[in-house]
């Protein structure tokens, strides 16, 4: 094991004047406000998205199933947590008609910012504007709490989740690391 510093982007936007746009939601897929009784189907929805992501070097419970669970717990039992701006996506098998957790976010409350948590789409369905819908209806949840901007923390290597961000009207403010023990460094 080493210590690693992983360089991240802090990343804010202006809420008072707009949300990030959103887009239809595709066929087969329904977002489901918050509900303690959804902490488990987030935490899958989350390990399904960090598993194999450079994430999971940086934060190591995001590659892990009890991680997930145990960061899922205490993000929502935070005083700042903010339920209004906390989704989980679902998909609906279409043989088995189950309800599959494939999307989540979670939103807290820090200095008066909204700050996004984890924001993560399965592998197997993202480029379906999912990860687009999830962030704008956060942000719609901060505005609707009050709260005039938001941010999140991105790896400078995790160029999708950047152009992502960018497009949807984020802006880079600062630099800033994160140092993990990472194994064979
Ligand atoms: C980053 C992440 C959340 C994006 O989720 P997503 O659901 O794929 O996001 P979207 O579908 O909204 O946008 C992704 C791309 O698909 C495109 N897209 C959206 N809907 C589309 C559609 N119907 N048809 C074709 N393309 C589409 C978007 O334009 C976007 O293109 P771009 O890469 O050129 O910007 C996802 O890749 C992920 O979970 N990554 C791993 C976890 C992670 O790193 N999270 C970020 C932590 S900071």
Request: with cysteine; aromatic share 10%.
């Amino acid at each position: 094991m080493g210590l690693t510093y992983f360089k991240r982007f802090r990343m804010e936007y202006d809420l008072r004047e707009s949300v990030p746009a959103s887009v239809p939601m595709p066929q087969g897929y329904e977002l489901v406000p918050f509900a303690p009784e959804l902490i488990r189907d987030h935490a899958i929805a989350k390990y399904q998205s960090f598993r194999w992501e450079l994430d999971a070097n940086v934060f190591p419970c995001l590659g892990r199933r009890d991680g997930c669970l145990r960061l899922m717990r205490e993000i929502t039992s935070r005083a700042g947590f903010v339920r209004e701006a906390t989704w989980l996506c679902r998909y609906r098998d279409p043989e088995s008609g189950r309800p599959l957790a494939v999307g989540t976010i979670q939103g807290l409350q820090l200095d008066g910012w909204g700050a996004v948590q984890n924001l993560g789409i399965d592998p197997d369905h993202r480029g379906r504007g999912l990860g687009t819908i999830l962030l704008s209806r956060a942000a719609e949840g901060f505005r609707a709490e009050g709260l005039p901007r938001m941010h999140l923390e991105v790896t400078t290597d995790n160029t999708s989740a950047i152009r992502l961000y960018e497009r949807l009207g984020f802006r880079r403010a600062k630099v800033v690391y994160k140092a993990a023990e990472v194994a064979g460094v």
